[in-house]
């Protein structure tokens, strides 16, 4: 397996455009979680997906926040509109279960950096 | 909200010196968990400890858990170079639910 895959690497938008961040989790992995990182706010949990249902939304920042799961190999996470307090690295990661106790963690994709202008 | 913190914030070694990170954490686990991340990179799992374990080695890894005091340290031994990154530990809040990630400990070791 590739791992998980995310794109774009890298995305320079201007504030109130959309922008749609992609992922490709593991194949066999039934959770997949998106994460913002900043250096003010750390790590945090935007939202989560079990066997492509979302869990709990709740981390979800603002309504111009969505992310959908069509299928088990497919996440989008789109902001629309964009404003300049959204720029941060966007990462996806998927796990066996939400809390990785089986002892494998979680495997996370390279991270999107979003730079919205 | 945080549930790991980690300390120090930043270490600087020099190749070949053991470093020494600490994690204190809120509530109630049943694991925790290491991850380390080079610059503008993702996360990588790096070690797991369940609440029953007290210390735990993976190669140069060691890392211990104290459930009584909350907290939790990652030994790095005869640093090299390429061990500079961040390095974050994370706890589900409870049961079966998400990681919750501290904000790292950056350590950069110096050839």
């Known amino acids: 397996d590739a791992g998980v895959i995310q794109s774009p690497r890298h995305e320079v938008t201007e504030m109130g455009q959309e922008v749609t961040l992609r992922c490709k989790p593991i194949?066999?992995?039934?959770?997949l979680f998106w994460y913002r990182q900043t250096m003010m706010r750390g790590l945090e949990l935007l939202i989560y997906f079990n066997n492509n249902v979302p869990i709990d939304d709740s981390g979800m920042p603002e309504d111009r926040f969505s992310a959908k799961m069509p299928n088990a190999s497919f996440s989008t996470l789109k902001i629309q509109p964009s404003e300049p307090r959204d720029s941060a690295v966007y990462f996806c990661?998927?796990?066996?279960?939400?809390?990785?106790?089986?002892?494998?963690?979680?495997?996370f994709g390279s991270g999107t950096r979003l730079t919205v202008v | 909200s945080q549930q790991g913190e980690e300390d120090p914030q930043a270490l600087s070694i020099q190749e070949g010196e053991n470093a020494t990170m600490n994690c204190s954490y809120k509530t109630s686990i049943n694991n925790l968990q290491w991850y380390r991340q080079n610059s503008g990179r993702g996360l990588v799992h790096l070690i797991l400890i369940r609440s029953n374990e007290r210390e735990k080695h993976s190669g140069r890894l060691r890392v211990t858990l104290d459930t009584s005091k909350k907290s939790s340290s990652l030994l790095i031994t005869a640093s090299r170079a390429a061990d500079t990154a961040s390095y974050f530990c994370a706890t589900p809040s409870s049961g079966n639910t998400p990681l919750v990630f501290g904000k790292g400990t950056r350590l950069s070791v110096i050839a």
């Open positions: 990661a998927s796990s066996l279960s939400a809390a990785a106790g089986e002892g494998y963690g979680y495997t």
């Open positions: 194949s066999g992995h039934d959770y």
